[in-house]
């Protein structure tokens, strides 16, 4: 796969560039862009974001590894993360993540044969008001159950 951004792209690229007043500061939308783009942020991907914006491979990589809304590996179709920080574990988060590990089949931060999921425990994604909460991709679901989390899951193909 060739990593590289169309015109339309590398115009929102110039749009973050031009939000800021160093050019770095463009680093996590771009990082984001790239994500979209090319699935997860490969050591190839750190290194074309570093060549857009004048960055060393480090800084982009010390960002990318920081965050971990950034992927570092292929992930599934349908991203499921389900937080177990206070909230949502004494509103029974982590028997929700241990039920959706057990009917997916996979664990934390992995990805199923098919490519269609992947899971991962996360710590607070500030929604404690909503606990439990379940994201798929970007998508949030508060106050959920497992029957809840069930349906949304066999709605998803």
Request: aromatic fraction near 10%; hydrophobic fraction near 40%.
């Amino acid at each position: 796969m060739e990593i590289k951004f169309n015109e339309s792209e590398l115009a929102e690229v110039q749009m973050h560039i031009d939000k800021y007043p160093i050019k770095k500061s463009a680093i996590m939308p771009v990082l984001w862009m790239a994500q979209k783009k090319f699935g997860y942020i490969s050591k190839e991907v750190m290194m074309f974001v570093g060549e857009l914006l004048d960055l060393p491979y480090s800084h982009v990589y010390g960002v990318a590894t920081f965050y971990t809304m950034y992927f570092k590996k292929p992930m599934g179709r349908h991203h499921v993360q389900v937080c177990t920080n206070v909230s949502c574990m004494l509103l029974k988060g982590d028997e929700l993540f241990d039920s959706v590990s057990q009917r997916l089949g996979i664990k934390h931060n992995e990805c199923d044969a098919e490519g269609k999921f992947s899971l991962e425990e996360v710590e607070c994604m500030g929604a404690c008001g909503g606990a439990p909460l379940l994201v798929i991709n970007e998508d949030f679901y508060e106050n959920v159950d497992i029957d809840k989390v069930n349906s949304i899951l066999d709605s998803l193909n």
